[in-house]
């Protein structure tokens, strides 16, 4: 009886969802917060059209800070072969992971990339637990098992990334349909490439999100480059936002360089998702200033190209410009800057402290030991 009741319930659910208008296909891409050319030569700020209150603003500013310079300190412990295995920078384009998942509600989930150190630190992650991953301590989050941006803490709605691109995607798909079974309410930020985007994963699980109205917000970091690829030579469409339309979901292009924009725009998406709209594409239009990753020399980027971005679109030269406007001084923004060196300082010396993990431990906590007993027992490691 049970089960044919659940049959039932099944069935009208169904039909139900057979009977939701879907909207006629049309490209649906708002673009009023997307990027803008400096008008009379004045250097671009921040839109002015927020519900941000100052007190956030300057919280924003802070974590734009907090990312940037919790890089570079790991890039100086790069060049000192303190760090294991690639590090990977956002520079020039914190403002995206920053202002998107400071959106967020803190019982909402993220899956960020390499370029998303931002989002992980607004979803409450602290300077140390990157440091000690970065130099595979023992105090770091993943105990030495694996390295820099794989990791991930549940409680803090962080899902670690795996490094095939574009699965991402169908997992934070899975991961809201799961909570719509469990009755569970929250949206989900995926972050992608735009050389992701070109996946057939990204296409999947895309797909089944829409189709199945699940709140997934999919941010795409549009930055120009794939490695040494152009966007232009793995994609045909000019703009990202151009996919959604694939899909029969709204899209957004946002000025990824633009930490209010890019906090409104994900702010309306996330709305849109949680009262059951579905699936929706968010494309920042930004730019990688480093290489893929610190040994990459960017031999393949035309001269002049990542001078004009440091000069003319800094993220948080932009926002810093928009602050003083409205009436913050510099003493505020700089005492801000001397805690967040203070905090790094601090716990960069904690993850140097932290002694490197026991060989012995290594195939624990790998897979659940209490389902799979681990690979090498330390009496197999001693023999
Ligand atoms: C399926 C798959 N193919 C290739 C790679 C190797 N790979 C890692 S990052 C990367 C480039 C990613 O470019 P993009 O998606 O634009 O992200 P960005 O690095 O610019 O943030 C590639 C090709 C991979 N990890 N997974
Ligand atoms: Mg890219």
């Known amino acids: 009886m049970e089960s044919e009741k659940t049959v039932d319930k099944d069935a009208a659910r169904d039909k139900r969802r057979r009977r939701l208008k879907r909207p006629r296909f049309q490209m649906r891409v708002s673009t009023k917060f997307a990027p803008r050319k400096s008008t ?23 974590y734009l800070k907090l990312t940037r310079l919790v890089e570079e300190r790991i890039v100086n412990l790069y060049r000192q072969t303190k760090v294991v295995g690639g590090v990977f920078r956002s520079l020039g384009q914190e403002a995206t992971a920053v202002g998107s998942a400071y959106a967020l509600q803190p019982h909402d989930f993220i899956t960020p990339l390499i370029r998303d150190l931002g989002a992980v630190l607004v979803k409450g992650i602290r300077p140390r637990e990157i440091f000690a991953q970065y130099m595979a301590k023992a ?69 089944f999100a829409a189709v199945q109205r699940l709140p997934l917000i999919v941010v795409a970091e549009h930055n120009r480059y794939a490695y040494s690829t152009p966007t232009s030579l793995q994609t045909a469409v000019k703009d990202l936002a151009e996919k959604a339309a694939g899909y029969g979901i709204p899209a ?59 000069k003319n679109n800094d993220p948080i030269d932009r926002f810093e410009k928009y602050l003083l406007q409205t009436g913050v001084s510099q003493q505020q923004l700089d005492a801000i800057t001397a805690d967040v060196v203070r905090e790094i300082d601090e716990d960069c010396t904690w993850a140097e402290s932290s002694p490197m993990p026991d ?15 681990p690979a090498f027992r330390p009496k197999v490691l001693e023999s």
């Not at 009379?40 to 802070?62: A, D, M």
């Not at 799961?178 to 699980?205: C, L, N, P």
């Open 40 to 62: 009379n030569g004045e250097p671009l700020t921040c839109t002015s059209e927020t519900t941000l209150k100052p007190e956030q603003l300057l919280e924003l500013y802070r």
């Open 139 to 207: 105090w770091g989050p993943s105990g030495g098992r694996d390295l820099n941006i794989h990791f991930g803490d549940m409680e803090k709605g962080f899902i670690g990334p795996i490094s095939h691109l574009g699965d991402m995607i169908p997992v934070m798909t899975g991961i809201l349909l799961g909570a719509r079974m469990q009755k569970k309410k929250f949206v989900g930020i995926a972050y992608i490439g735009d050389g992701g985007m070109s996946t057939g994963a990204f296409h999947e699980g895309l797909n």
């Open 252 to 310: 957004y292009i946002v000025d990824g360089n633009d930490v209010i924009a890019c906090y409104e725009v994900t702010k309306a998406a996330a709305d849109y998702a949680r009262r059951g709209g579905g699936a929706v594409l968010i494309e920042a239009k930004t730019y990688r200033r480093k290489g893929h990753a610190e040994h990459d020399d960017q031999r393949y980027i035309p001269p002049g190209e990542i001078e004009w971005w440091e």
């Open 359 to 373: 060989a012995e431990q290594a195939a624990y906590n790998v897979f659940d030991n209490s389902i799979v007993p």
